[in-house]
């Protein structure tokens, strides 16, 4: 669920408005007035065509979205942030500086306005490009909900029929089970169990709340117990009721318009690149300032201090790191989309490369849930029978235990085939589709084959009164049938439960006798020999009520029964494997490399849950004492019902490999929220719609997927970052010579542009494509509050190391220009004011040679095509190491050929900005010699064999200081 930044009294404050402005007595009419006022039959439901012309009036049930932001307003929004700020102002200053320097000298350099010009230029560059890629993720986010379609079970012309949520309409008969999220506004009309979780609703977790059908005295209809609202989730139960609410008109629909004005909360990402571009800007503003206050304190004039202002911040911001983020963003998401995950908040993927704890569902996700079979059957008080594939009715057709445990196996359960249509043949069994449950599936299934006539052949005789659906605490279904003028009661659940509730037992010959110890000892050891085979196991009971306190027509009630539950016949037990997915103790054993902890969080018998959690990797090792040596436990829900939060607390901290069994959904939420108390970040697998990441497949293994790509997308986001970084120095440091040794400027401020959107762009932006290292699942989870993107390791590689080198690069090639015309080092310094008057003609080199103004700036341009190319080459040289943190280049390859296009990119460009003519008036470059472009070349060699011995230090000396202090 998005969370909001402003307080959460304002929300609550504009809840309690809400409960005084809505105006409405849905929740106190009685069910026949209120069906009368809505014109539907409860049991019919709504006609096709009433329907119809009632969406045609109402229109789709849907919240109107937001209003959309104009095209260019998002472009303006992306061309004015913090960087472009500093951008912008830099653009002033130019156009400020050009227009005083020719109000007060008559004439001015056209350097500035084309510096101005260029600016802007960048500015709208960025800002489209990264409206483009923005635009473009929007629509992969959308493309992943079309295929995420909300449906809605309902009766229309007396038939059960589930339709999209934005076809239902003002009327509709919906019903309601666990798990389904609430489409409308609803009116309880009938109900058993029924608990719904209002987190989605209310913004805060809270235990779930118990709906009925009875009409309250008085009270708003927000706190009214016999109405569920839109977006709310079934944790339990089932119901019936009818839309009074939908779209905008419902409570959700209102509070949705309250809180439009709020913005959200950033998330972790957002946090670092606010973090990072907050240290940049205020590095950039700094050094411009002082070196501002410097220069004019070393009389140079006012407009060349602003130029050196203008250079400096420019030289420090860099101007793709946006476009970095969302391309990473985006590809990692169409990356997870094509492994079954879907991504509804792109910065929630480098949030989910944090993860510390996985609390994970059993069945479905560990499991396959729908290759679930049914494995084993005790009945008879015998020995334990096992079902094979080739049973056929026959061999039970004579055993009238077996017709008692398969009578409650079929009428206890809600599981029915899927229609097939009249027109197509008949499917085999193994692929006819069935609607319901896993288990219940299993077993009408296994009724298929082991009863004459299937489950049908109970049903039809059986006619159901009343049933009281399974839930997480009572942890049974019970129903109630009539029959030949009798009530039976079939009970199914968990084999304790049901035990706990019988007095007798079917023996052999179908003699009902007392249920002794022997029996139950019996019964309780098949169930632990099944349970510890990973076998999920049922207990089956019924009870015959009598006649004359339960005569035809007796209105039975659920909540609370009114009819015994006690003091019933136990008939059997069923067994079903639900086998684990195959690629499960693979993702497992990655967890564990990686330092996450999998906590398994279901509702079947401790021992089933511990043989799965072995089989699956989760736990290790077979010690089920209370050993010192121990590392993991298994608590069941009764046992977790007993420990205070501190207890929580201390158990998960100590144990490495925890395992929770019938356990409910709000101590699942106990569990998320002892995870959270100890500052761990984890991910949770369950039903709902508020989930950052959706599984297509359901698969354990895709989590790990979403955890490999957030960490991928960090460590990427990481290289860029130090990429963009690194040659910051070579571009900072020839304005700060320029100022403090007074030589002629090694490279102008449009040189630097030409790096920063020219040729490093398409690098940065590349390394997004890179491969994640070998180590990536090996390390322990990232620490949001202590590794930050940019941390003081990266700074000191990019800026005091790489830079350092580029930087050396740069002048070296600065140097050996101008040397080669004569000018030596010695005779460069203190030579700037001098070099940039043009009113000298005559300026004498180191042997003696005059130089006029003209050929000085000549020989300057080279000087920047120079240093600008030696820049290029050195970067060549860091785009390649960039792309690992501890592996070798070597072993990393360069099978990544957008980042390979984008070396070739570079040196275009650097061509293009050499050999390009006029290249002197608009970028202050001149044509190079094909020999100039090798100084640089011993740098990037330089930076290869420095980084690779680097990490192959690390490598050999793990925890080393090199890895404390260099590895980023």
Known sequence: ?????????????????????????????????????????????????????????????????????????????????????????????????????????GEASEDGLWLGLVLIVLILVTGTFSYYQDSKSSRIMESFQRMLPQRAKVLRDGERKELLVTELVVGDIVLLETGDRVSADIRILECQGLKVDNASFTGESSIPLIRTANIPQTGSVIEAKNMVFFSTNIIEGTGKGVVVARGDDTVMGRVAKLTSRLSLRPTPLSREIRRFMKLISCWAIFLGVLFLVMSIAMNYNWIDSVMFLIGIIVANVPEGIFATVTV????????????????????????????????????????????????????????????MASDTWRKYSNSRGFENLARVASLCNRAKWAPVPEDKPALPLRKREVLGDASDSALLRCMEILVKGGADFFRKDYVKALEIPFNSTDKFQANVHLFEGRYLVCFKGAPERVLERCSTVVA????????????????????????????????????????????????????PPNFPLENSRLVGLIAMMDPPRPTVPDAVYKCRCAGIKIIMVTGDHPDTARAIGKYVGIISDDDHNDGIGRHHIVVTGNQLRDLSPEQLDRLIKRYQEVVFARTSPVQKLQIVESCQRLHLITAVTGDGQVADMILLDDNFASIVTGIEEGRRIFDNLKSSIAYILASNVPEIAPFLAFVALGIPLPVGVICVLCIDLGTDMWPAVSLAYEKPESDVMLRKPRIPQRDHLVSRRLIFMAYGQIGVIEACAGFFAYFIVMAEHGFLPARLLGLRSEWDSAAINDLKDSFGQEWTYEQRKILEYTCHTAFFVSIVIAQWADAMVCKTRRNSLLRQGMSNWVLNTGLLFEIGVACLVSYTPHMDRVLKTYPLKPELWLPGVPYAILILIYEESRKWWIRRNPAGWWDRETLY
């Open 1 to 105: 669920m998005r969370r909001f930044s402003r307080r959460p009294q304002r929300l609550n404050r504009d809840l309690d408005a809400l409960r005084r402005d809505i105006d409405t007595d849905v929740h106190l009419k009685p069910a026949v007035d209120l069906l009368q006022d809505l014109q539907v039959d409860l049991e019919q439901g709504l006609s096709t065509s009433v329907a119809r012309d009632r969406l045609r009036e109402q229109g789709p049930n849907a919240l109107t979205p937001p209003r959309k932001t104009l095209e260019i307003l998002k472009i303006l929004h992306h061309c004015y942030n913090e960087f472009s700020l500093l951008t912008w102002i830099g653009a002033v200053l130019c156009f400020g500086n050009y227009f005083l320097e020719r109000e007060t000298y």
């Open 328 to 387: 990473s963003l985006t590809l990692t998401a169409k990356r997870m989309a094509s492994k079954n995950c879907l991504v509804k908040n792109l910065e929630a993927i480098e949030t989910l490369g944090c993860t510390a704890v996985i609390c994970s569902d059993k069945t479905g996700t560990l499991t396959q849930n729908d290759k679930m079979t049914v494995r084993h059957i005790w009945y008879d008080a015998g020995q334990l029978r096992e079902v």
């Open 508 to 559: 052999s010959g179908n003699r009902t006798e007392e249920l002794n110890e022997e029996i139950k000892a019996a019964y309780t050891e098949s169930c632990h020999i099944l349970a510890n085979n990973g076998e999920r196991v049922l207990g089956f009971a019924d009870l015959e009520l009598s006649t004359s306190i339960y005569p035809v027509g007796y209105r039975f009630e659920a909540d």
